[in-house]
């Protein structure tokens, strides 16, 4: 679409013809540089710091941030720059930047623009800490204006505003949505500020961040459908990679004994409001432990971030209150079955069995699902709302859970838990099987029981994976978090698109 193609609203227009006349006046509205020694945050705590103090010379600052309120008052200009750190006014006078540049401001500067002005800081006679310009020019002019949060009060008055409310515009717009809305700019701090505490755990005891591809021949290591992409050179069809498990592993078998990656991954299935079909995840493998050890870093690691995010592992999430603070809740999955759901599946050996127990009770089975997925449907159904208090769930079937080692006594059952927060699965984690014999049975049996069309659950065989575990693979515990379900967590927001910058939206043809 062309320039003269764009239809503009009647602000827009006006402001394109501002935008002229500044350039038809030689003030560049979009310079190559700007200058700026101070934020507002630091060129207000400067003059604080020098006020009152005899011999001190006054804070001269220049400063540079969004307009975001205007006051004409004659031979005055009252304005407030917001920058990254915070909001400072601007005092424009007459007798300080002349009145051909005072007018200037008047008619062609506009909410929205963002400005460099230079001055002396000084305090107003209503007691604000502001900057009296003598000098200002444009750093880039805002053609189309900015909405508003809400409604805002300035000097008493109610100044009302086209609202930037409207959830699915938010993400669309989500540059519009953080210009506007300092709240969610802070969820935004809190996420990186869960990803430096996950880091900061994990550097201190000995793990080495690593990075594994994304584009991979084989999908594997999670329970999700890929998506497929094509190299053209190659001519070979890529997955884009739903975990990381099978490259970290490998690197166990080179003798990086305790590895981690933070990155997105991409599963092909639902939008809701915890699922994104790219997402960021944590995992870490650590060689001679088991899913013992695990339970126990997870509880510590959880508690150390909201520690190190919030100050504080007492939490309240949607109005329920939560402690993060180690120890937590632990229980075998089949007793929680038992309790919650009324079923016993040691009474239901089979799929058929356990599909009769569930319509008794009312709930819902699928009679062509394998055993393993009707308890995977009970737990998301029953038992995961009620979840509130940070719970681990151990002990999981094993034709669902393909790269975990058998519980000892139980071959129906393998050593994995996964671990619930404010009725959220944010986890899972083995002790992973590092029997490469056994790991291709477990393929076969995979290829057997699931249609690859059809099914999430299956798990293609990975013949490089196992090459490198008959090199040996030490004994290991694996871990998963989902990193964005934390950050809905410490962030208390209740939707997985709200801690996510740019979330997937549906296309629409005027977004």
Known sequence: MTDEDRQYSPLEQTRLEKL?????????????????????????????????KEGVEPVRATLAGRIRST??????????????????????????????????????????????????????KTGEVSLKVQSFHMLAKAITPLP?????????????????????????????????????RQIFKTRAA?????????????????????????????????????????????YLRISFELYLKRLLVGGLERVYE?????????????????????????AYADYNDVMALTEQMIAFTAQQVLGATAITYQGQA???APPWRRMELKDGILELAGIDLDACPDAASLAAAMKVKGLAADPTAPRGKLIDALLG????????QPTILYNYPRDISPLAKNLPGDPTTVERFEFFIAGMEMGNAFTELNDPLEQEQRFLEMGRAYDAEKDEDYQPMDEDYLRAMRYGM??????????????????????????????????????
Do not use: C
């Open 71 to 124: 006051r004409l008052m004659g031979k005055l200009i009252f304005a407030h720059i917001e920058d990254g750190e915070g909001r400072v006014q601007l005092f424009l006078r007459s007798n300080d930047v002349g009145d051909q540049a005072l007018d200037l401001f008047k008619k062609e500067f506009d909410l929205g623009d963002f400005v460099q002005a230079s001055g002396e800081m000084f305090r107003t």
């Open 194 to 238: 869960v990803l430096r505490a996950l880091r900061q755990f994990l550097d201190e005891r000995g793990f080495l961040e690593v990075e594994t591809p994304i584009l991979q021949p084989l999908y594997g290591g999670a329970a999700a459908r890929p998506f497929i992409t094509h190299h053209n050179q190659l001519h070979q069809d890529l």
């Open 322 to 324: 939560v402690e993060l």
């Open 381 to 388: 159904d029953v038992l995961q709302p009620t979840l509130i």
């Open 148 to 184: 508003a949060a809400k409604d805002e009060e300035i000097d008493g008055e109610v100044v009302r505003h086209a609202a930037l409310t409207d959830p699915e515009t938010r993400y669309r717009q989500r540059y519009a949505d953080l210009a506007v809305n300092p709240d969610v």
């Open 474 to 511: 030490p004994p290991n515990g694996g871990f998963g978090l989902g990193v964005d379900r934390l950050a809905m967590l410490l962030a208390n927001q209740p939707n997985i698109r709200e801690v996510m910058l740019f979330p997937h939206l549906r296309s629409r043809e005027d977004a």
């Open 262 to 286: 933070i990155g997105r991954d991409f599963r092909n299935e639902g939008v809701d409001r915890t699922h994104n079909p790219e997402f960021t995840q944590l995992e870490f493998y650590m």
């Open 20 to 52: 002229k006349r500044l350039q038809a006046m030689d003030h560049e509205p979009y310079p190559p540089r700007a200058e700026r020694t101070h934020t507002s945050r630091a060129a207000i705590a400067a003059f604080e710091a020098a006020e009152g």
